[in-house]
């Protein structure tokens, strides 16, 4: 009798909670989907989850666990593989792109801009590159390019990339213990993004400065509580340190702005910008673009790097094959020749595979922020005015009809040259695809040079789980020993 009550009770729960849990999906569907009147026919397939949360719970579902590919997974199970589907994330309705062609034509439409969630936005400052307009993030870009962009700007940056990478390995292999890797990848390439921007910086700031960077990051997707304890709070916590540091290193530049003879650095260059009207950017703008750009221009790098380091060493074949094709730029160097070159670091022919193939497997961003301004049509779906465009280049990168067995290691399958451009997007795409692609890269390829000739990583626990959120690393963040080669 008591077992018949009690199953009657656990019915009447679960049929409460499925009633509930369908009403609730209904009313968000209904304050999203229905409204919109005759658009809703021509949306992509999809669900708008739970008020509020929308579909969240699902995501963080998937990422917390091994194998955060089931999130797309299993749209393609529920909805079919259309390559599109509408969803709610991170603050608001939006639509999952995730084929190659259709992401290829998101980022290159004109009225598909950034749209990073609000908690990004309160974090970077609002008048950084996610929130510009298009045409001052063009005239902004290119001013910020000039320091990093063709070849004669990444030659002039060889010798202090250089300098910079033997100093802090040797550094780390005196050591005799081991090192959080990737916090020190970060610091590494920390000192060189500095030294491009700011004209560098002391290692006491700089490592402060990383610090900050640290807490900052994963601010980017979290729930917008500033309150102690949350990662929102420790986000916005950092950015006002570094704004500190931003300010006296602009009071420092602009002290020595009668020196004829000093080397422009980007800082400069930004510091002589000016609006449409003819004024010098206020000290508003200038933090916030200085915030965004020495983020960008370390985090991917490191996360590279480190990736690159870790599946080498995990393959002991292709690291010999790697560590030779170093040997052989330095056998086919002059005797007076000190140092890399930048036509030697393009000749190299499997460090760059391995280097795309890093960024491919690791995926440093799953998904590519942006949002239309208007009604736009993908493929005879409708994109609703407002709504975010989650450009998911992680489903492109671990697609195995483009990549088979995508989730294993192969710098090989870069000889196939037909899976660049469209199937490759890690650094974005369009006119907003990252301007320090390039410099990146240098900067991988120079470090990976020297730790392939000159040491071996010592993992602690080589089979550490992998974490996802904020980005792809190991749950240490790789504990291993910098050893130096005899």
Same mark, same amino acid.
């Given at each position: 009798?008591?077992?018949?009550?009690?199953?009657?009770?656990?019915?009447?729960?679960?049929?409460?909670?499925?009633?509930?849990?369908?009403?609730?999906?209904?009313?968000?569907?209904?304050?999203?989907?229905?409204?919109?009147?005759?658009?809703?026919?021509?949306?992509?397939?999809?669900?708008?989850?739970?008020?509020?949360?929308?579909?969240?719970?699902?995501?963080?579902?998937? @990422?917390?666990?091994?194998?955060?590919?089931?999130?797309?997974?299993?749209?393609?199970?529920?909805?079919?593989?259309?390559?599109?589907?509408?969803?709610?994330?991170?603050?608001?309705?939006?639509?999952?792109?995730?084929?190659?062609?259709?992401?290829?034509?998101?980022?290159?439409?004109?009225?598909?801009?950034?749209?990073?969630?609000?908690?990004?936005?309160?974090?970077?400052?609002?008048?950084?590159?996610?929130?510009?307009?298009?045409?001052?993030?063009?005239?902004?870009?290119?001013?910020?390019?000039?320091?990093?962009?063709?070849?004669?700007?990444?030659?002039?940056?060889?010798?202090?990339?250089?300098?910079?990478?033997?100093?802090?390995?040797?550094?780390?292999?005196?050591?005799?213990?081991?090192?959080?890797?990737?916090?020190?990848?970060?610091?590494?390439?920390?000192?060189?993004?500095?030294?491009?921007?700011?004209?560098? $910086?002391?290692?006491?700031?700089?490592?402060?400065?990383?610090?900050?960077?640290?807490?900052?990051?994963?601010?980017?997707?979290?729930?917008?509580?500033?309150?102690?304890?949350?990662?929102?709070?420790?986000?916005?916590?950092?950015?006002?340190?570094?704004?500190?540091?931003?300010?006296?290193?602009?009071?420092?530049?602009?002290?020595?702005?009668?020196?004829?003879?000093?080397?422009?650095?980007?800082?400069?260059?930004?510091?002589?910008?000016?609006?449409?009207?003819?004024?010098?950017?206020?000290?508003?703008?200038?933090?916030?673009?200085?915030?965004?750009?020495? @983020?960008?221009?370390?985090? $991917?790098?490191?996360?590279?790097?480190?990736?690159?380091?870790?599946?080498?060493?995990?393959?002991?074949?292709?690291?010999?094959?790697?560590?030779?094709?170093?040997?052989?730029?330095?056998?086919?160097?002059?005797?007076?020749?000190?140092?890399?070159?930048?036509?030697?670091?393009?000749?190299?022919?499997?460090?760059?595979?391995?280097?795309?193939?890093?960024?491919?497997?690791?995926?440093?961003? @799953?998904?590519?922020?942006?949002?239309?301004?208007?009604?736009?049509?993908?493929?005879?779906?409708?994109?609703?005015?407002?709504?975010?465009?989650?450009?998911?280049?992680?489903?492109?990168?671990?697609?195995?009809?483009?990549?088979?067995?995508?989730?294993?290691?192969?710098?090989?399958?870069?000889?196939?040259?037909?899976?660049?451009?469209?199937? @490759?997007?890690?650094?974005?795409?369009?006119?907003?695809?990252?301007?320090?692609?390039?410099?990146?890269?240098?900067?991988?390829?120079?470090?990976?040079?020297?730790?392939?000739?000159?040491?071996?990583?010592?993992?602690?626990?080589?089979?550490?789980?992998?974490?996802?959120?904020?980005?792809?690393?190991?749950?240490?963040?790789?504990?291993?020993?910098?050893?130096?080669?005899?």
């Amino acid at each position: 009798m008591v077992l018949e009550s009690l199953y009657s009770i656990v019915a009447v729960v679960a049929a409460t909670y499925a009633v509930l849990f369908g009403f609730l999906k209904k009313i968000n569907e209904w304050y999203y989907v229905t409204r919109l009147g005759k658009k809703q026919n021509t949306l992509p397939p999809g669900d708008m989850g739970w008020p509020f949360i929308g579909n969240l719970w699902s995501f963080f579902k998937a @990422f917390n666990s091994q194998d955060p590919d089931t999130f797309v997974e299993n749209l393609i199970k529920r909805y079919g593989k259309t390559g599109i589907y509408r969803t709610h994330l991170f603050g608001g309705p939006g639509i999952i792109v995730c084929s190659p062609e259709l992401c290829r034509k998101a980022l290159a439409d004109e009225h598909v801009l950034f749209g990073y969630p609000s908690s990004a936005k309160q974090i970077a400052g609002k008048k950084s590159l996610y929130g510009i307009s298009t045409s001052e993030h063009r005239r902004l870009r290119k001013i910020a390019t000039n320091p990093i962009h063709g070849d004669e700007a990444l030659t002039s940056h060889i010798e202090d990339i250089e300098r910079i990478v033997t100093t802090s390995l040797e550094e780390l292999a005196t050591m005799n213990r081991p090192v959080n890797f990737f916090y020190e990848m970060k610091k590494i390439t920390f000192k060189v993004i500095a030294k491009i921007v700011l004209g560098s $910086t002391q290692d006491s700031v700089i490592s402060t400065m990383v610090k900050c960077y640290s807490d900052l990051f994963p601010g980017i997707i979290s729930v917008p509580i500033n309150f102690p304890g949350f990662v929102f709070y420790r986000a916005l916590k950092a950015r006002k340190t570094l704004l500190k540091i931003f300010k006296e290193k602009v009071k420092e530049r602009r002290a020595k702005t009668m020196e004829t003879d000093r080397k422009k650095e980007m800082i400069d260059f930004l510091m002589e910008a000016e609006y449409d009207n003819g004024e010098k950017l206020d000290d508003e703008h200038l933090f916030d673009l200085l915030l965004i750009f020495l @983020f960008a221009g370390h985090e $991917t790098a490191a996360h590279t790097a480190m990736w690159a380091t870790i599946y080498l060493h995990h393959h002991p074949e292709m690291l010999q094959k790697a560590k030779e094709e170093q040997e052989a730029v330095l056998k086919r160097r002059p005797s007076s020749q000190k140092g890399l070159t930048l036509a030697e670091i393009k000749q190299m022919e499997y460090l760059p595979k391995v280097i795309d193939e890093s960024m491919r497997r690791a995926n440093f961003a @799953f998904t590519l922020f942006r949002r239309v301004e208007t009604d736009v049509n993908l493929n005879g779906y409708t994109i609703p005015k407002g709504w975010n465009v989650l450009v998911w280049s992680r489903a492109v990168h671990m697609d195995q009809d483009i990549y088979p067995n995508p989730k294993e290691f192969l710098p090989s399958r870069w000889e196939n040259p037909g899976l660049k451009g469209k199937n @490759f997007i890690p650094f974005g795409g369009g006119s907003r695809i990252c301007p320090g692609s390039d410099l990146g890269k240098l900067e991988v390829s120079i470090f990976l040079h020297h730790f392939l000739l000159n040491y071996k990583l010592e993992e602690l626990n080589p089979k550490a789980p992998t974490i996802t959120l904020p980005l792809t690393r190991p749950a240490d963040n790789c504990q291993a020993r910098i050893i130096k080669l005899p």
